[in-house]
């Protein structure tokens, strides 16, 4: 939960921002698009959040292409990318804008989510509109319907595990595997 400090529960220390990586015309890339206007009206209205606008320089490796990380990232490295149209300044970046080493590259305006923020303002957003938060700690998705508020099964649960997701009973999920970023703030 949001305030808490374990070493199961990443988000207080790790970074978070929104990189489409959805193939073309698929659902992913149907809920990118509309998470971003929802994040870049965030960015823009709702300083409190803790959401702003940072600008992003992606760099391709063709050696990197069949590597799971180049595989995860094939949408994202691409000069046509379908969010071309959609995030702000994309450009394809010139040869002299690239670091040695690099085949290609591109740049483009994202967000930037400081989640010791964002996540006290989302969970206070959810009460605010009238949810009830309840902590419990489950063995299996099934039993965490039985964690709703009214004590009646929930009709609905989203998994938002995370990395836990591989250790879920009945999800379980051996194919999720962290990935890590560079971040460098160049001023």
Known sequence: MPGDYDIEYASPWAGANSLPVGKPNSPSQKYETVTWRELERLARDLPEAGIHFQNNFIYRRAKDANSPVGEWFRELVREDAWFKDVLPDFRILAK????????????????????????????????????????????????????????????????????????????????????RGQITIVS
């Not at 923020?117 to 039993?143: D, F, M, T």
Request: charged content about 15%; hydrophobic content about 40%; proline content about 5%.
């Open 96 to 179: 002299n804008e690239l670091p040695p080493g690099m085949d290609g590259g591109t740049a483009f305006t994202t967000v930037c989510i400081n989640t010791a923020l964002y996540l006290p303002w989302l969970a206070s957003q959810c009460l605010k509109y009238g949810a009830q938060i309840r902590r419990g700690n489950v063995k299996h998705i099934c039993e965490a319907a039985n964690l709703h508020h009214s004590g009646k099964r929930a009709d609905l649960v989203v998994n938002a595990t995370g990395l836990a997701s591989l250790k879920l009973g009945g999800v379980e999920d051996t194919t999720m595997y962290p990935a």
